[in-house]
């Protein structure tokens, strides 16, 4: 066992986790957050994919010991009062159809936009496929997921 | 996942003295690969000594034509490195399909050549540079590096601190990625300079990555996707599976490293 510390959508927290436990694991059972989903067990879903340190990560591909001293925001920690303008745009679009996917979803867009808005780049649609490589969704087909993201790339 | 022992090293020393410590430990880099493979219980550490923040492992330094890079570094730093792609662009190129966001977020060069997956991006660019691949202990040819699939070099505990290559005046690296885990099935480093022209081929070969040396002959008197119409690639040495047989993928081999020869151009 050894004790983790991290602060998760701004909240601080610390617990004694067994080494192998996984940063999913931890943010789901531990905090009771589970809007974080695990799609997987192969890493390539990312309906897990959190913000680690500002950058987004698979949290089913990463131990809970190596966040120790992270800033953790998963998708219960985007919206304000307001919906964050990437759930507004996947609420427009109907960027979703049963909703497994989308925290990922979610996490992946705001992530890609603000690294394209950091490098002054634009985030066209191929860029938006490209990007969305790590995320699967099994409804939606991505056609409107895109379109939110495109969405919101406006509104950040 | 079989329970572990975690430890951060410092630094190489710190990793070094861990693992010599640890019944059965392994390093533990960005984990792309590892955890995974922890998971589905193909791997079982008694001990995870993690190098992602070892201090003397990160980092880039291009001087001259010279890049070196610490194998704790990440795909998404190397892609997004515009040091490194003032001279050398194909290997951002490289790392910047690697995979999909967050895996190029955690993964790192050293866990990539460590691992030699005969579908990973990274030990193609590492042969066709004629990279070093520097260890706490030693410097190893690329050449010598990669001995067969996911099989190096490298000694027991011995850990991998950067690599380094001279920048070509010409190269690239065309990939066909596997459409659903966008591994290689096939990806061709191409690069080119005074030293002549080396090939070095991913992803197809059914012991890993290799040379392309009859590639590099025609290449070297006349650099030109045209100048490989007359070759064939024998594909009794290609990997053959569910997604693509060996008659495929020899095919792919020589497509492939002609997109690159033009991108390299
Ligand atoms: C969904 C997905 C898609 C991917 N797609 C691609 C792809 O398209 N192309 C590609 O090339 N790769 C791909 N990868 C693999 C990815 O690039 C990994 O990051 C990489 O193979 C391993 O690097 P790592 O830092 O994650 O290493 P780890 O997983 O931490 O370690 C891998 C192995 O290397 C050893 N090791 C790590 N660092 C060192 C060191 N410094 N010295 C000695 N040994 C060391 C470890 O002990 C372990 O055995 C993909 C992975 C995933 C999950
Ligand atoms: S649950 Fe993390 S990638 Fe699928
Ligand atoms: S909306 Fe169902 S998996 Fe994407």
């Given at each position: 066992m050894t004790t983790v510390s991290m602060t998760v959508n701004g909240k601080a927290v610390s617990s004694d986790v067994e080494d192998r436990t996984l940063l999913v694991d931890f943010i789901r059972e531990q905090l009771r957050l589970t809007g974080t989903h695990v799609g997987c067990d192969t890493s390539q879903c990312g309906a897990c994919v959190v913000h680690v340190n500002g950058t987004a990560m698979k949290?089913?591909?990463?131990?809970?010991?190596?966040?120790?001293?992270?800033?953790?925001?998963?998708?219960?920690?985007?919206?304000?009062?307001?919906?964050?303008?990437?759930?507004?745009?996947?609420?427009?679009?109907?960027?979703?159809?049963?909703?497994?996917?989308?925290?990922?979803?979610?996490?992946?867009?705001?992530?890609?936009?603000?690294?394209?808005?950091?490098?002054?780049?634009?985030?066209?649609?191929?860029?938006?496929?490209?990007?969305?490589?790590?995320?699967?969704?099994?409804?939606?087909?991505?056609?409107?997921?895109?379109?939110?993201?495109?969405?919101?790339?406006?509104?950040? | 996942m079989h329970n572990t022992t975690y430890h951060k090293a410092r630094n190489a020393a710190?990793?070094?003295?861990?693992?010599?410590?640890?019944?059965?430990?392994?390093?533990?880099?960005?984990?792309?690969?590892?955890?995974?493979?922890?998971?589905?219980?193909?791997?079982?550490?008694?001990?995870?000594?993690?190098?992602?923040?070892?201090?003397?492992?990160?980092?880039?330094?291009?001087?001259?034509?010279?890049?070196?890079?610490?194998?704790?570094?990440?795909?998404?730093?190397?892609?997004?490195?515009?040091?490194?792609?003032a001279v050398c662009p194909s290997i951002c190129d490289l790392a910047a399909n690697i995979g999909d966001p967050a895996v190029r977020n955690r993964g790192t060069i050293g866990g990539s050549v460590a691992n030699n997956d005969p579908a990973a991006d990274y030990p193609a660019a590492m042969l066709a540079l004629g990279a070093t691949i520097q260890t706490n202990t030693r410097e190893i040819a690329a050449d010598e590096f990669f001995t067969g699939m996911f099989d190096t070099a490298l000694d027991e505990g011995e850990i991998i601190t950067g690599?380094?290559?001279?920048?070509?005046?010409?190269?690239?690296?065309?990939?066909?990625?596997?459409?659903?885990?966008?591994?290689?099935?096939?990806?061709?480093?191409?690069?080119?300079?005074?030293?002549?022209?080396?090939?070095?081929?991913?992803?197809?070969?059914?012991?890993?990555?290799?040379?392309a040396t009859d590639m590099e002959a025609a290449l070297n008197s006349n650099f030109s996707a045209s100048a490989l119409d007359g070759l064939s690639v024998d594909a009794a040495n290609m990997l053959s599976d569910i997604h693509g047989d060996s008659a495929y993928r020899a095919n792919l081999v020589k497509v492939m490293a002609k997109r690159a020869v033009t991108g390299a151009g």
């Open positions: 949290s089913c591909t990463m131990l809970a010991v190596s966040a120790n001293d992270a800033d953790i925001t998963t998708i219960e920690g985007v919206a304000n009062d307001d919906l964050h303008p990437m759930q507004k745009a996947f609420n427009d679009n109907h960027g979703l159809q049963c909703g497994f996917c989308t925290p990922g979803m979610i996490m992946s867009g705001i992530d890609m936009v603000n690294r394209y808005k950091a490098e002054g780049k634009k985030l066209d649609e191929t860029a938006i496929r490209h990007e969305l490589e790590g995320n699967i969704c099994r409804c939606t087909g991505y056609h409107n997921i895109v379109k939110s993201i495109s969405q919101a790339a406006g509104e950040m | 710190d990793a070094a003295s861990l693992l010599s410590g640890a019944e059965d430990g392994t390093l533990l880099a960005g984990g792309q690969t590892l955890i995974p493979t922890m998971k589905a219980r193909l791997a079982a550490p008694t001990d995870l000594v993690d190098v992602s923040g070892a201090s003397d492992m990160r980092g880039i330094i291009v001087s001259g034509n010279r890049v070196t890079i610490g194998a704790a570094t990440t795909h998404a730093e190397v892609a997004g490195s515009s040091e490194i792609r690599v380094s290559f001279t920048a070509p005046a010409k190269g690239a690296y065309a990939k066909f990625p596997n459409p659903a885990s966008r591994y290689a099935m096939c990806g061709v480093f191409v690069a080119s300079g005074d030293a002549g022209t080396r090939v070095a081929i991913t992803g197809a070969g059914s012991d890993g990555v290799f040379r």
